[in-house]
């Protein structure tokens, strides 16, 4: 295994526990938060966070955190979004349950919200025998979220580069 993929796996183990796993609730878990409280992550990352920013960059502005017990580095105030670098550079955010895409969807949507707000979204079937979750990859240029799903609902969602939420899907995940 080259060390790009193996560091590439390592972070995505990496991501997985520190979003977490297990049952969600069946509807949008925004409903009841307090205004302010639900983050938008586009193609293009946070409001403080961009897609291709460095891991220096970010630790320099005081973005970046590697002294919170995690498995990984984790961005400050942005406690249930993960970062997924490769090569130095930030390719991924794993979104946590108050995180949402600027069309709304959410852990917890159900699967039509994201046929509706991305029609042109791409169906990714998980392999079989697998506990993984099936996908819809809705890719913008360069650019894509990943929606794991149940059949029914969104279980996560995983925002950034197209080539790198393709991979995550293709090559799995699971705690570290």
Do not use: N
Request: net charge negative.
């Amino acid at each position: 295994m080259k060390l790009r993929q193996f560091v590439f796996i390592a972070t995505l183990l990496t991501a997985a526990s520190i979003a977490g796993s297990g049952a969600r609730p069946q509807g949008p878990v925004t409903a009841g938060l307090p205004a302010g409280s639900v983050e938008v992550v586009d193609l293009e990352g946070l409001h403080d966070v961009e897609f291709g920013d460095t891991e220096d960059e970010l630790t320099r502005r005081g973005i970046l955190r590697t002294d919170v017990d995690a498995c990984g580095p984790a961005l400050a105030g942005h406690d249930t979004i993960s970062p997924i670098f490769v090569d130095d550079r930030l390719v991924l955010l794993w979104l946590g349950d108050t995180t949402r895409t600027p069309e709304g969807v959410t852990a917890g949507s159900p699967i039509g919200e994201v046929w509706d707000s991305y029609p042109s979204v791409r169906e990714l079937d998980a392999p079989q025998g697998t506990y993984r979750f099936d996908g819809l990859l809705a890719r913008q240029g360069d650019r894509a979220y990943l929606f794991l799903h149940d059949g029914q609902v969104v279980r996560k969602i995983i925002a950034g580069y197209a080539e790198w939420a393709q991979r995550l899907f293709d090559e799995g995940h699971s705690p570290c």
